[in-house]
Protein backbone atom coordinates (compact mmCIF):
# COMPACT_ATOMS: atom_id res chain seq x y z
CA UNK A 1 0.00 0.00 0.00
CA UNK A 2 2.71 2.41 1.15
CA UNK A 3 4.22 1.99 -2.41
CA UNK A 4 0.99 2.72 -4.43
CA UNK A 5 0.87 5.76 -2.28
CA UNK A 6 4.45 7.03 -2.89
CA UNK A 7 3.53 6.75 -6.99
CA UNK A 8 0.37 9.05 -6.17
CA UNK A 9 2.73 11.33 -3.95
CA UNK A 10 4.55 12.10 -7.19
CA UNK A 11 1.87 13.42 -8.80
CA UNK A 12 1.20 16.36 -6.96
CA UNK A 13 0.20 18.51 -10.11
CA UNK A 14 -2.94 17.40 -12.24
CA UNK A 15 -3.57 19.13 -15.05
CA UNK A 16 -6.52 17.24 -16.60
CA UNK A 17 -10.46 17.99 -15.37
CA UNK A 18 -11.28 16.07 -11.67
CA UNK A 19 -13.36 12.97 -12.45
CA UNK A 20 -14.82 10.06 -10.81
CA UNK A 21 -12.03 7.79 -12.87
CA UNK A 22 -9.29 9.07 -11.05
CA UNK A 23 -6.69 6.96 -9.73
CA UNK A 24 -6.58 8.84 -6.32
CA UNK A 25 -10.24 8.64 -5.88
CA UNK A 26 -10.31 4.66 -6.85
CA UNK A 27 -7.30 4.31 -4.32
CA UNK A 28 -9.98 6.51 -1.45
CA UNK A 29 -12.62 4.24 -2.43
CA UNK A 30 -10.43 1.12 -2.14
CA UNK A 31 -9.56 1.62 1.56
CA UNK A 32 -10.23 -1.31 3.82
CA UNK A 33 -9.32 0.31 7.40
CA UNK A 34 -9.03 3.49 9.42
CA UNK A 35 -5.19 3.68 8.70
CA UNK A 36 -5.73 3.50 5.23
CA UNK A 37 -8.58 5.87 4.68
CA UNK A 38 -5.82 8.38 6.44
CA UNK A 39 -3.47 7.99 4.58
CA UNK A 40 -5.78 8.50 1.39
CA UNK A 41 -7.00 11.73 3.30
CA UNK A 42 -3.42 13.23 3.93
CA UNK A 43 -2.98 12.39 0.30
CA UNK A 44 -5.99 14.40 -0.96
CA UNK A 45 -4.90 16.71 1.28
CA UNK A 46 -1.51 17.62 0.09
CA UNK A 47 -2.14 17.17 -3.44
CA UNK A 48 -5.06 19.81 -2.82
CA UNK A 49 -7.97 17.83 -4.34
CA UNK A 50 -9.44 17.67 -0.93
CA UNK A 51 -10.76 21.34 -1.62
CA UNK A 52 -12.91 19.68 -4.32
CA UNK A 53 -16.40 18.15 -3.59
CA UNK A 54 -15.96 14.96 -4.49
CA UNK A 55 -13.05 13.57 -3.09
CA UNK A 56 -13.96 15.37 0.17
CA UNK A 57 -17.45 13.58 -0.62
CA UNK A 58 -16.11 10.60 -0.96
CA UNK A 59 -14.11 10.41 2.36
CA UNK A 60 -17.60 11.20 3.96
CA UNK A 61 -19.22 8.51 2.59
CA UNK A 62 -16.46 6.17 4.05
CA UNK A 63 -16.23 7.50 7.35
CA UNK A 64 -20.09 7.51 8.05
CA UNK A 65 -20.96 4.28 6.11
CA UNK A 66 -18.09 1.83 6.44
CA UNK A 67 -17.31 -0.59 8.61
CA UNK A 68 -14.69 1.60 10.68
CA UNK A 69 -16.85 4.52 10.22
CA UNK A 70 -15.54 6.90 12.78
CA UNK A 71 -18.64 10.21 12.49
CA UNK A 72 -16.04 12.41 15.12
CA UNK A 73 -13.61 12.41 12.40
CA UNK A 74 -16.88 12.81 9.57
CA UNK A 75 -17.35 16.09 11.87
CA UNK A 76 -14.11 17.29 11.77
CA UNK A 77 -13.56 16.84 7.98
CA UNK A 78 -17.31 18.91 6.94
CA UNK A 79 -15.78 21.28 9.51
CA UNK A 80 -12.45 21.84 7.08
CA UNK A 81 -14.34 21.93 3.85
CA UNK A 82 -14.34 25.59 2.78
CA UNK A 83 -17.84 25.41 0.66
CA UNK A 84 -19.61 22.36 0.97
CA UNK A 85 -22.20 21.77 -1.21
CA UNK A 86 -25.83 20.42 -0.37
CA UNK A 87 -25.17 16.96 -1.05
CA UNK A 88 -21.99 17.01 1.55
CA UNK A 89 -24.45 19.00 3.73
CA UNK A 90 -26.68 16.47 2.87
CA UNK A 91 -24.48 13.16 4.09
CA UNK A 92 -23.73 14.77 7.27
CA UNK A 93 -27.00 15.35 8.53
CA UNK A 94 -27.96 11.90 7.63
CA UNK A 95 -25.31 10.43 9.39
CA UNK A 96 -25.91 12.36 12.32
CA UNK A 97 -29.71 11.79 12.30
CA UNK A 98 -28.74 7.56 12.31
CA UNK A 99 -27.20 8.26 15.99
CA UNK A 100 -29.58 9.39 18.99
CA UNK A 101 -26.80 10.87 20.77
CA UNK A 102 -25.74 13.34 17.94
CA UNK A 103 -29.35 13.84 16.53
CA UNK A 104 -28.71 17.52 17.84
CA UNK A 105 -25.79 17.98 15.70
CA UNK A 106 -28.29 17.55 12.19
CA UNK A 107 -30.31 20.06 13.10
CA UNK A 108 -27.04 22.58 13.36
CA UNK A 109 -26.27 21.29 10.52
CA UNK A 110 -29.73 22.03 8.63
CA UNK A 111 -29.44 25.48 10.26
CA UNK A 112 -26.08 25.80 8.43
CA UNK A 113 -27.44 25.29 5.35
CA UNK A 114 -30.44 27.86 5.76
CA UNK A 115 -28.04 30.35 6.84
CA UNK A 116 -25.84 29.79 3.12
CA UNK A 117 -27.86 31.52 0.61
CA UNK A 118 -26.60 30.13 -2.51
CA UNK A 119 -28.58 26.95 -0.68
CA UNK A 120 -31.94 25.53 -0.96
CA UNK A 121 -32.30 22.29 1.26
CA UNK A 122 -33.99 19.70 -1.15
CA UNK A 123 -36.03 16.43 -0.32
CA UNK A 124 -33.43 14.08 1.14
CA UNK A 125 -32.80 17.58 3.05
CA UNK A 126 -35.92 17.46 5.05
CA UNK A 127 -36.25 13.16 5.40
CA UNK A 128 -32.97 13.28 6.80
CA UNK A 129 -33.26 16.16 9.43
CA UNK A 130 -37.06 15.13 10.56
CA UNK A 131 -35.06 11.49 10.88
CA UNK A 132 -33.39 13.16 13.43
CA UNK A 133 -36.23 15.01 15.09
CA UNK A 134 -38.16 11.49 15.57
CA UNK A 135 -35.17 9.79 16.96
CA UNK A 136 -33.92 12.06 19.59
CA UNK A 137 -34.92 15.44 19.14
CA UNK A 138 -38.91 15.83 19.73
CA UNK A 139 -41.89 17.05 17.89
CA UNK A 140 -41.45 20.80 18.53
CA UNK A 141 -38.16 20.53 16.24
CA UNK A 142 -39.53 18.65 13.91
CA UNK A 143 -43.04 21.44 13.55
CA UNK A 144 -40.05 23.81 13.12
CA UNK A 145 -38.35 21.66 10.24
CA UNK A 146 -41.84 21.16 8.56
CA UNK A 147 -42.30 25.25 8.19
CA UNK A 148 -39.26 25.14 6.38
CA UNK A 149 -40.58 22.68 4.37
CA UNK A 150 -43.40 24.52 3.47
CA UNK A 151 -41.51 27.89 2.90
CA UNK A 152 -39.43 25.59 -0.34
CA UNK A 153 -43.02 23.90 -1.56
CA UNK A 154 -41.63 20.46 -0.19
CA UNK A 155 -44.38 19.79 2.29
CA UNK A 156 -46.26 17.54 -0.51
CA UNK A 157 -43.41 15.94 -1.63
CA UNK A 158 -44.14 12.31 -0.53
CA UNK A 159 -40.56 11.60 1.09
CA UNK A 160 -41.22 14.69 2.91
CA UNK A 161 -44.56 13.63 3.72
CA UNK A 162 -43.55 10.20 4.92
CA UNK A 163 -40.49 11.15 7.14
CA UNK A 164 -43.40 13.67 8.58
CA UNK A 165 -45.95 11.09 9.52
CA UNK A 166 -43.01 8.87 10.92
CA UNK A 167 -41.60 11.57 12.61
CA UNK A 168 -45.02 12.35 14.76
CA UNK A 169 -45.76 8.65 14.98
CA UNK A 170 -42.08 8.30 16.56
CA UNK A 171 -42.79 11.23 19.09
CA UNK A 172 -46.20 9.70 20.23
CA UNK A 173 -48.69 12.42 18.44
CA UNK A 174 -50.45 9.72 15.95
CA UNK A 175 -53.23 12.13 15.71
CA UNK A 176 -50.64 14.68 14.24
CA UNK A 177 -49.96 12.10 11.66
CA UNK A 178 -52.96 11.32 10.56
CA UNK A 179 -53.40 14.78 10.01
CA UNK A 180 -50.50 14.93 7.71
CA UNK A 181 -51.35 11.24 6.06
CA UNK A 182 -55.32 12.75 5.03
CA UNK A 183 -53.83 15.76 3.75
CA UNK A 184 -50.91 14.84 1.42
CA UNK A 185 -51.87 14.87 -1.88
CA UNK A 186 -49.47 11.97 -2.87
CA UNK A 187 -49.18 8.56 -0.75
CA UNK A 188 -47.71 5.56 -1.45
CA UNK A 189 -47.34 2.38 0.00
CA UNK A 190 -45.19 2.94 2.67
CA UNK A 191 -47.36 5.75 3.82
CA UNK A 192 -49.79 3.30 4.80
CA UNK A 193 -47.56 0.94 6.25
CA UNK A 194 -46.16 3.99 8.34
CA UNK A 195 -49.64 5.34 9.31
CA UNK A 196 -50.71 1.73 10.61
CA UNK A 197 -47.40 1.40 11.80
CA UNK A 198 -47.98 4.71 13.82
CA UNK A 199 -51.51 3.04 15.51
CA UNK A 200 -49.61 -0.49 15.94
CA UNK A 201 -46.69 1.32 17.62
CA UNK A 202 -49.58 3.14 20.48
CA UNK A 203 -51.65 -0.15 20.62
CA UNK A 204 -54.35 1.05 18.70
CA UNK A 205 -54.97 -2.09 16.45
CA UNK A 206 -58.80 -0.31 15.84
CA UNK A 207 -58.03 1.96 13.71
CA UNK A 208 -54.74 0.31 12.45
CA UNK A 209 -57.49 -2.41 11.46
CA UNK A 210 -59.71 -0.01 9.59
CA UNK A 211 -56.62 1.32 7.59
CA UNK A 212 -55.41 -1.38 6.82
CA UNK A 213 -58.76 -3.01 5.54
CA UNK A 214 -58.80 0.33 3.36
CA UNK A 215 -55.45 0.14 1.80
CA UNK A 216 -55.38 0.25 -1.83
CA UNK A 217 -52.94 -2.48 -1.82
CA UNK A 218 -50.67 -4.33 0.66
CA UNK A 219 -47.67 -5.83 0.69
CA UNK A 220 -46.08 -8.38 3.19
CA UNK A 221 -44.82 -5.52 5.82
CA UNK A 222 -48.71 -4.00 5.56
CA UNK A 223 -49.66 -7.57 6.81
CA UNK A 224 -46.74 -8.29 9.09
CA UNK A 225 -47.17 -4.91 11.06
CA UNK A 226 -51.15 -5.69 11.36
CA UNK A 227 -50.35 -9.29 12.55
CA UNK A 228 -47.90 -7.82 15.20
CA UNK A 229 -50.10 -5.39 16.29
CA UNK A 230 -52.60 -7.70 16.75
CA UNK A 231 -50.50 -9.88 18.85
CA UNK A 232 -49.15 -7.15 20.89
CA UNK A 233 -52.31 -6.48 22.40
CA UNK A 234 -53.30 -9.71 23.15
CA UNK A 235 -55.55 -10.37 19.65
CA UNK A 236 -53.88 -13.89 19.36
CA UNK A 237 -57.09 -15.60 17.96
CA UNK A 238 -57.21 -12.44 15.53
CA UNK A 239 -53.81 -12.60 14.16
CA UNK A 240 -53.75 -16.28 13.21
CA UNK A 241 -56.88 -15.58 11.50
CA UNK A 242 -55.54 -12.50 9.90
CA UNK A 243 -52.33 -14.99 8.96
CA UNK A 244 -54.33 -17.39 7.50
CA UNK A 245 -56.20 -14.92 5.28
CA UNK A 246 -52.55 -13.69 4.36
CA UNK A 247 -51.74 -17.25 3.28
CA UNK A 248 -55.20 -17.34 0.93
CA UNK A 249 -54.83 -13.92 -0.46
CA UNK A 250 -51.97 -11.65 0.26
CA UNK A 251 -47.97 -11.98 -0.53
CA UNK A 252 -45.49 -14.67 0.89
CA UNK A 253 -45.19 -14.19 4.69
CA UNK A 254 -41.68 -13.58 5.30
CA UNK A 255 -39.30 -14.01 8.17
CA UNK A 256 -40.99 -11.21 10.53
CA UNK A 257 -44.18 -12.15 9.85
CA UNK A 258 -43.73 -15.63 11.04
CA UNK A 259 -41.72 -14.07 14.26
CA UNK A 260 -45.43 -12.31 15.22
CA UNK A 261 -47.57 -15.26 14.53
CA UNK A 262 -44.96 -17.84 16.53
CA UNK A 263 -46.09 -15.68 19.52
CA UNK A 264 -49.45 -15.79 18.90
CA UNK A 265 -49.11 -20.00 19.09
CA UNK A 266 -46.59 -19.63 21.90
CA UNK A 267 -49.59 -17.55 24.17
CA UNK A 268 -52.10 -19.53 22.82
CA UNK A 269 -50.99 -22.99 23.21
CA UNK A 270 -52.01 -23.42 20.05
CA UNK A 271 -49.27 -26.66 19.27
CA UNK A 272 -50.55 -27.69 16.09
CA UNK A 273 -50.79 -24.56 14.18
CA UNK A 274 -46.78 -23.44 15.61
CA UNK A 275 -45.58 -27.29 14.14
CA UNK A 276 -47.04 -26.22 10.66
CA UNK A 277 -45.43 -23.25 10.46
CA UNK A 278 -42.04 -24.79 11.39
CA UNK A 279 -42.98 -27.17 8.67
CA UNK A 280 -43.14 -24.14 6.47
CA UNK A 281 -40.50 -22.50 7.76
CA UNK A 282 -38.47 -25.68 6.60
CA UNK A 283 -40.38 -26.62 2.85
CA UNK A 284 -40.25 -23.08 1.84
CA UNK A 285 -36.54 -22.11 2.93
CA UNK A 286 -37.57 -18.71 4.97
CA UNK A 287 -33.94 -17.78 6.16
CA UNK A 288 -34.09 -18.62 9.74
CA UNK A 289 -32.35 -15.30 11.73
CA UNK A 290 -32.03 -14.68 15.06
CA UNK A 291 -35.50 -13.29 16.31
CA UNK A 292 -37.44 -16.28 14.46
CA UNK A 293 -35.34 -18.98 16.04
CA UNK A 294 -36.09 -17.36 19.18
CA UNK A 295 -39.49 -17.07 18.66
CA UNK A 296 -39.63 -20.75 17.33
CA UNK A 297 -37.89 -22.31 20.43
CA UNK A 298 -40.44 -19.84 22.31
CA UNK A 299 -42.96 -21.48 21.13
CA UNK A 300 -42.17 -25.15 21.84
CA UNK A 301 -41.67 -24.37 24.84
CA UNK A 302 -44.43 -22.37 26.03
CA UNK A 303 -46.23 -24.94 23.99
CA UNK A 304 -45.52 -27.51 26.62
CA UNK A 305 -42.54 -29.11 24.35
CA UNK A 306 -39.69 -28.67 26.15
CA UNK A 307 -37.63 -31.17 24.17
CA UNK A 308 -38.84 -30.08 20.98
CA UNK A 309 -37.64 -26.60 22.38
CA UNK A 310 -34.41 -28.25 22.78
CA UNK A 311 -34.32 -29.67 19.78
CA UNK A 312 -34.51 -26.82 17.41
CA UNK A 313 -31.84 -24.78 19.40
CA UNK A 314 -29.43 -27.69 19.62
CA UNK A 315 -29.49 -27.77 15.93
CA UNK A 316 -29.44 -24.08 14.85
CA UNK A 317 -28.47 -22.32 17.72
CA UNK A 318 -24.97 -23.71 18.01
CA UNK A 319 -23.52 -21.64 14.77
CA UNK A 320 -25.33 -18.34 15.96
CA UNK A 321 -23.35 -15.76 17.98
CA UNK A 322 -26.72 -13.38 19.20
CA UNK A 323 -28.28 -13.65 22.52
CA UNK A 324 -31.89 -14.20 21.38
CA UNK A 325 -31.91 -18.09 21.33
CA UNK A 326 -29.95 -18.95 24.13
CA UNK A 327 -32.77 -16.46 26.48
CA UNK A 328 -35.34 -18.31 24.54
CA UNK A 329 -33.79 -21.72 25.52
CA UNK A 330 -32.99 -20.43 29.14
CA UNK A 331 -36.71 -19.11 29.22
CA UNK A 332 -38.05 -22.39 28.76
CA UNK A 333 -36.01 -24.18 30.86
CA UNK A 334 -37.26 -22.21 33.50
CA UNK A 335 -40.70 -22.15 32.77
CA UNK A 336 -40.79 -26.01 32.97
CA UNK A 337 -38.90 -26.08 36.51
CA UNK A 338 -35.25 -27.57 34.79
CA UNK A 339 -33.58 -24.63 37.06
CA UNK A 340 -30.37 -26.76 36.58
CA UNK A 341 -30.79 -27.03 32.84
CA UNK A 342 -30.76 -23.47 32.39
CA UNK A 343 -27.77 -23.09 34.67
CA UNK A 344 -25.74 -25.07 32.40
CA UNK A 345 -27.25 -23.13 29.24
CA UNK A 346 -26.01 -20.33 30.73
CA UNK A 347 -22.77 -21.56 31.77
CA UNK A 348 -22.33 -22.47 28.13
CA UNK A 349 -23.46 -19.48 26.45
CA UNK A 350 -20.32 -17.89 28.75
CA UNK A 351 -18.03 -20.20 27.16
CA UNK A 352 -18.70 -19.49 24.08
CA UNK A 353 -18.17 -15.84 24.36
CA UNK A 354 -21.83 -14.40 24.20
CA UNK A 355 -22.57 -11.64 26.15
CA UNK A 356 -25.82 -12.31 28.71
CA UNK A 357 -28.18 -8.76 28.61
CA UNK A 358 -30.67 -7.94 31.01
CA UNK A 359 -33.25 -10.73 29.72
CA UNK A 360 -31.39 -13.29 30.19
CA UNK A 361 -30.62 -12.59 33.39
CA UNK A 362 -34.40 -12.31 34.39
CA UNK A 363 -34.69 -15.93 32.75
CA UNK A 364 -31.76 -16.81 34.89
CA UNK A 365 -33.55 -15.51 38.33
CA UNK A 366 -36.90 -17.02 37.48
CA UNK A 367 -35.14 -20.22 36.97
CA UNK A 368 -33.39 -20.46 40.27
CA UNK A 369 -36.82 -19.30 41.83
CA UNK A 370 -38.26 -21.69 40.54
CA UNK A 371 -35.73 -24.66 41.66
CA UNK A 372 -35.56 -22.91 45.12
CA UNK A 373 -31.96 -22.32 43.98
CA UNK A 374 -31.24 -19.40 46.62
CA UNK A 375 -27.49 -19.15 47.06
CA UNK A 376 -27.20 -19.79 43.31
CA UNK A 377 -29.75 -16.77 42.66
CA UNK A 378 -28.16 -14.83 45.30
CA UNK A 379 -24.53 -15.29 43.62
CA UNK A 380 -26.12 -14.48 40.18
CA UNK A 381 -27.77 -11.31 40.78
CA UNK A 382 -24.22 -10.15 42.38
CA UNK A 383 -22.31 -11.33 39.14
CA UNK A 384 -24.65 -8.85 37.19
CA UNK A 385 -22.72 -5.86 37.52
CA UNK A 386 -19.61 -7.40 39.12
CA UNK A 387 -18.64 -9.93 36.18
CA UNK A 388 -20.83 -8.91 33.08
CA UNK A 389 -21.79 -4.79 33.73
CA UNK A 390 -24.92 -4.86 33.67
CA UNK A 391 -26.76 -2.57 36.73
CA UNK A 392 -29.67 -4.61 37.93
CA UNK A 393 -33.44 -3.02 37.37
CA UNK A 394 -36.35 -3.35 38.92
CA UNK A 395 -37.33 -6.74 37.24
CA UNK A 396 -34.22 -8.34 38.41
CA UNK A 397 -35.18 -7.05 41.97
CA UNK A 398 -38.83 -8.11 41.65
CA UNK A 399 -37.31 -11.52 40.64
CA UNK A 400 -34.99 -11.53 43.59
CA UNK A 401 -37.93 -10.70 45.82
CA UNK A 402 -39.85 -13.86 44.28
CA UNK A 403 -36.80 -16.02 44.83
CA UNK A 404 -36.83 -15.35 48.76
CA UNK A 405 -40.30 -15.05 49.30
CA UNK A 406 -41.00 -18.85 47.73
CA UNK A 407 -38.42 -20.15 50.14
CA UNK A 408 -40.02 -18.29 52.55
CA UNK A 409 -37.27 -15.88 53.28
CA UNK A 410 -39.17 -12.75 53.97
CA UNK A 411 -37.61 -10.58 55.94
CA UNK A 412 -35.10 -11.12 54.06
CA UNK A 413 -36.88 -10.59 50.69
CA UNK A 414 -38.00 -7.45 52.02
CA UNK A 415 -34.69 -6.15 53.24
CA UNK A 416 -33.91 -6.32 49.11
CA UNK A 417 -36.92 -4.28 48.40
CA UNK A 418 -36.06 -1.35 51.06
CA UNK A 419 -32.39 -1.32 49.63
CA UNK A 420 -32.88 -0.78 46.06
CA UNK A 421 -31.32 1.92 44.43
CA UNK A 422 -34.46 2.63 42.71
CA UNK A 423 -38.47 3.31 44.06
CA UNK A 424 -40.27 0.35 44.85
CA UNK A 425 -43.30 0.13 43.48
CA UNK A 426 -46.82 -1.36 43.71
CA UNK A 427 -45.31 -4.70 41.71
CA UNK A 428 -42.94 -5.33 43.21
CA UNK A 429 -44.67 -5.03 47.05
CA UNK A 430 -47.35 -7.27 45.56
CA UNK A 431 -44.68 -10.56 45.28
CA UNK A 432 -44.09 -10.01 48.33
CA UNK A 433 -47.32 -10.02 49.51
CA UNK A 434 -47.96 -12.95 47.15
CA UNK A 435 -45.26 -14.59 48.76
CA UNK A 436 -47.24 -13.60 52.30
CA UNK A 437 -49.92 -15.71 51.34
CA UNK A 438 -48.12 -18.87 50.47
CA UNK A 439 -46.59 -18.71 53.65
CA UNK A 440 -49.78 -17.31 55.01
CA UNK A 441 -48.07 -14.70 56.69
CA UNK A 442 -50.91 -12.15 57.56
CA UNK A 443 -49.39 -9.90 59.82
CA UNK A 444 -46.35 -8.98 57.23
CA UNK A 445 -49.01 -8.78 54.54
CA UNK A 446 -50.70 -6.77 56.99
CA UNK A 447 -47.65 -4.42 56.86
CA UNK A 448 -47.39 -4.15 53.15
CA UNK A 449 -51.14 -4.02 51.94
CA UNK A 450 -50.81 -0.48 53.55
CA UNK A 451 -47.64 0.03 51.62
CA UNK A 452 -49.27 -0.89 47.98
CA UNK A 453 -52.11 1.38 49.21
CA UNK A 454 -50.07 4.34 49.80
CA UNK A 455 -48.33 3.92 46.46
CA UNK A 456 -51.34 2.62 43.97
CA UNK A 457 -54.62 2.70 45.81
CA UNK A 458 -56.30 0.91 42.94
CA UNK A 459 -53.86 -1.47 42.06
CA UNK A 460 -56.54 -4.44 41.67
CA UNK A 461 -53.83 -7.28 41.59
CA UNK A 462 -52.37 -6.05 44.88
CA UNK A 463 -55.92 -5.83 46.64
CA UNK A 464 -57.32 -8.97 45.44
CA UNK A 465 -54.24 -10.77 46.96
CA UNK A 466 -55.16 -9.19 49.98
CA UNK A 467 -58.45 -10.41 49.80
CA UNK A 468 -57.38 -13.96 49.23
CA UNK A 469 -54.81 -13.90 51.92
CA UNK A 470 -57.70 -12.69 54.78
CA UNK A 471 -60.36 -15.58 53.21
CA UNK A 472 -57.61 -18.29 53.31
CA UNK A 473 -57.43 -16.91 57.04
CA UNK A 474 -60.76 -17.28 57.93
CA UNK A 475 -60.92 -13.60 58.33
CA UNK A 476 -63.77 -13.28 56.57
CA UNK A 477 -64.76 -9.05 56.68
CA UNK A 478 -61.54 -7.85 56.28
CA UNK A 479 -61.62 -9.78 52.62
CA UNK A 480 -65.33 -8.70 52.03
CA UNK A 481 -64.21 -5.22 52.63
CA UNK A 482 -61.25 -5.55 50.68
CA UNK A 483 -63.63 -6.74 48.03
CA UNK A 484 -66.00 -3.78 48.30
CA UNK A 485 -63.45 -1.20 47.96
CA UNK A 486 -62.49 -2.84 44.42
CA UNK A 487 -65.61 -2.80 42.97
CA UNK A 488 -66.45 0.45 44.42
CA UNK A 489 -63.24 1.62 42.78
CA UNK A 490 -65.07 0.75 39.37
CA UNK A 491 -62.21 -1.75 38.98
CA UNK A 492 -62.84 -5.66 38.21
CA UNK A 493 -60.66 -7.95 39.09
CA UNK A 494 -59.16 -10.86 36.35
CA UNK A 495 -61.38 -13.63 36.35
CA UNK A 496 -60.08 -17.42 36.11
CA UNK A 497 -59.99 -18.55 33.13
CA UNK A 498 -58.21 -22.25 31.27
CA UNK A 499 -58.48 -22.86 27.67
CA UNK A 500 -58.01 -25.65 25.76
CA UNK A 501 -57.25 -26.37 22.09
CA UNK A 502 -59.05 -29.25 20.27
CA UNK A 503 -58.88 -29.64 16.19
CA UNK A 504 -57.75 -26.18 16.06
CA UNK A 505 -60.71 -24.39 17.59
CA UNK A 506 -59.99 -23.06 21.32
CA UNK A 507 -62.45 -23.46 23.89
CA UNK A 508 -62.25 -21.71 27.07
CA UNK A 509 -64.34 -21.68 30.84
CA UNK A 510 -64.43 -19.44 33.39
CA UNK A 511 -65.18 -20.41 37.19
CA UNK A 512 -68.43 -22.00 37.28
CA UNK A 513 -69.00 -21.78 33.36
CA UNK A 514 -72.24 -22.88 31.85
CA UNK A 515 -71.82 -21.47 28.52
CA UNK A 516 -70.03 -24.19 26.92
CA UNK A 517 -72.43 -26.42 24.31
CA UNK A 518 -71.46 -29.75 26.30
CA UNK A 519 -72.29 -27.95 29.93
CA UNK A 520 -74.30 -30.74 30.75
CA UNK A 521 -72.06 -33.48 29.95
CA UNK A 522 -69.02 -31.78 31.62
CA UNK A 523 -70.98 -31.37 35.07
CA UNK A 524 -71.97 -34.74 34.97
CA UNK A 525 -68.54 -35.93 34.28
CA UNK A 526 -66.73 -34.06 37.16
CA UNK A 527 -69.31 -35.30 39.27
CA UNK A 528 -68.15 -38.83 38.25
CA UNK A 529 -64.41 -37.55 38.49
CA UNK A 530 -64.52 -36.54 42.30
CA UNK A 531 -65.89 -39.37 43.54
CA UNK A 532 -63.48 -41.74 41.52
CA UNK A 533 -60.60 -38.94 42.95
CA UNK A 534 -61.69 -39.28 46.85
CA UNK A 535 -61.91 -43.23 46.16
CA UNK A 536 -58.31 -42.59 45.30
CA UNK A 537 -57.32 -40.64 48.59
CA UNK A 538 -58.06 -37.04 46.97
CA UNK A 539 -59.11 -34.21 50.10
CA UNK A 540 -60.40 -31.23 48.99
CA UNK A 541 -57.82 -28.22 50.50
CA UNK A 542 -61.11 -26.60 51.42
CA UNK A 543 -58.81 -23.41 52.74
CA UNK A 544 -59.09 -22.78 49.14
CA UNK A 545 -62.36 -21.80 48.80
CA UNK A 546 -62.30 -17.75 48.65
CA UNK A 547 -66.08 -17.13 49.52
CA UNK A 548 -67.65 -17.22 52.92
CA UNK A 549 -69.72 -20.64 52.84
CA UNK A 550 -70.51 -22.60 55.77
CA UNK A 551 -71.26 -25.65 54.62
CA UNK A 552 -68.46 -28.06 53.29
CA UNK A 553 -69.96 -29.96 51.02
CA UNK A 554 -71.27 -26.39 49.14
CA UNK A 555 -66.93 -26.19 49.60
CA UNK A 556 -66.42 -28.71 47.90
CA UNK A 557 -68.83 -28.08 45.05
CA UNK A 558 -67.25 -24.70 44.28
CA UNK A 559 -63.82 -26.54 44.52
CA UNK A 560 -64.59 -28.44 42.07
CA UNK A 561 -65.69 -25.25 39.31
CA UNK A 562 -62.93 -24.19 38.64
CA UNK A 563 -61.87 -23.53 35.49
CA UNK A 564 -59.15 -25.43 35.21
CA UNK A 565 -61.06 -28.46 36.20
CA UNK A 566 -63.68 -27.57 33.53
CA UNK A 567 -61.21 -27.55 30.61
CA UNK A 568 -59.40 -30.64 31.88
CA UNK A 569 -62.57 -32.53 32.26
CA UNK A 570 -63.84 -31.18 28.64
CA UNK A 571 -59.81 -32.76 26.94
CA UNK A 572 -61.30 -35.93 28.79
CA UNK A 573 -64.33 -36.08 27.53
CA UNK A 574 -63.39 -35.27 23.62
CA UNK A 575 -59.66 -36.68 23.33
CA UNK A 576 -58.69 -40.54 23.05
CA UNK A 577 -57.49 -42.41 25.97
CA UNK A 578 -53.49 -41.68 26.27
CA UNK A 579 -53.76 -38.34 24.18
CA UNK A 580 -51.97 -35.88 26.52
CA UNK A 581 -53.94 -32.95 27.89
CA UNK A 582 -52.93 -29.29 27.59
CA UNK A 583 -54.91 -26.82 29.08
CA UNK A 584 -53.79 -22.93 30.19
CA UNK A 585 -54.50 -20.56 33.26
CA UNK A 586 -54.03 -17.34 32.98
CA UNK A 587 -54.00 -17.35 37.17
CA UNK A 588 -51.78 -19.25 39.22
CA UNK A 589 -53.39 -22.87 39.98
CA UNK A 590 -54.44 -23.48 43.50
CA UNK A 591 -53.57 -25.97 45.76
CA UNK A 592 -56.31 -27.66 45.45
CA UNK A 593 -56.63 -27.51 41.52
CA UNK A 594 -52.77 -28.83 41.94
CA UNK A 595 -53.44 -31.57 44.19
CA UNK A 596 -56.47 -32.66 42.07
CA UNK A 597 -55.11 -32.62 38.77
CA UNK A 598 -52.44 -35.15 40.38
CA UNK A 599 -54.83 -37.13 41.20
CA UNK A 600 -56.15 -37.19 37.57
CA UNK A 601 -53.31 -37.70 36.19
CA UNK A 602 -52.95 -41.23 37.84
CA UNK A 603 -56.74 -42.26 37.77
CA UNK A 604 -57.00 -41.47 34.07
CA UNK A 605 -54.00 -42.59 32.81
CA UNK A 606 -53.08 -39.22 31.29
CA UNK A 607 -50.53 -36.53 30.93
CA UNK A 608 -51.41 -33.14 31.58
CA UNK A 609 -49.74 -30.42 31.33
CA UNK A 610 -50.77 -27.04 32.70
CA UNK A 611 -49.44 -23.84 32.00
CA UNK A 612 -50.32 -21.12 34.70
CA UNK A 613 -49.36 -17.46 35.42
CA UNK A 614 -46.06 -18.53 36.80
CA UNK A 615 -44.37 -21.43 35.19
CA UNK A 616 -45.41 -25.02 33.43
CA UNK A 617 -46.81 -28.21 35.60
CA UNK A 618 -46.02 -31.16 33.88
CA UNK A 619 -48.85 -34.24 35.79
CA UNK A 620 -47.50 -37.63 35.34
CA UNK A 621 -49.09 -40.66 37.66
CA UNK A 622 -50.12 -38.84 40.29
CA UNK A 623 -46.94 -36.58 40.39
CA UNK A 624 -45.85 -32.96 39.02
CA UNK A 625 -42.79 -31.87 37.50
CA UNK A 626 -42.83 -28.71 40.23
CA UNK A 627 -42.72 -31.55 42.82
CA UNK A 628 -45.30 -29.49 44.87
CA UNK A 629 -43.06 -25.60 44.39
CA UNK A 630 -44.31 -23.07 42.64
Known amino acids: ?105 SLLIFRSILRDSSLVPNQYTFVF ?151 YIDKVGIKMIEQLLASLIDMYAKCGEIELASNVFHGEAGTRKTVWPWNAMIGGFAMHGLSHEAIDLFEQ ?69 LAMPMAPDAVIWGALLGACRIHRDTEMGDRIAKAIKELDPYHVGCHVLLANMYSSSGRWKEAKAVREKIESGGTKKTPGCSSIELNGVFHQFLVGDRSHPQTKQIYLFLDEMTMKLKLAGYVPELREVLLDIDDEEDKETALSRHSEKLAIAFGLINTEHGTPIRIVKNLRVCQDCHQAIK ?32
Open 1 to 105: MRRCYSTFVTATKFKSPLNSKHQLLALTDSCKSMDQMKQAHALLVTTGLILHPIPATRLLKLLTLSSFASLPYAQLLFDQIPSPDLFIYNTMIKAHASTTDSSCS
Open 129 to 279: VLKACSQGLGIREGQQVRVYAMKVGLESNVFVTNALIQMYANCGSVDDARMVFDWSAQRDLFSWNLMIGGYVGSGDVIHAKELFDAMPERDVVSWSTMIAGLVQVGCLIEALELFREMLQTGPKPNEFTLTSVLAACANLVALDQGKWIHV
Open 349 to 417: MKMKSIGPNKITFVALLNACSHGKLVEEGKWYFKSMSSCHGIEPEIEHYGCMVDLLGRAGLLKEAEEII
Open 599 to 630: FISKVYEREIIVRDRIRFHHFRNGQCSCRDYW
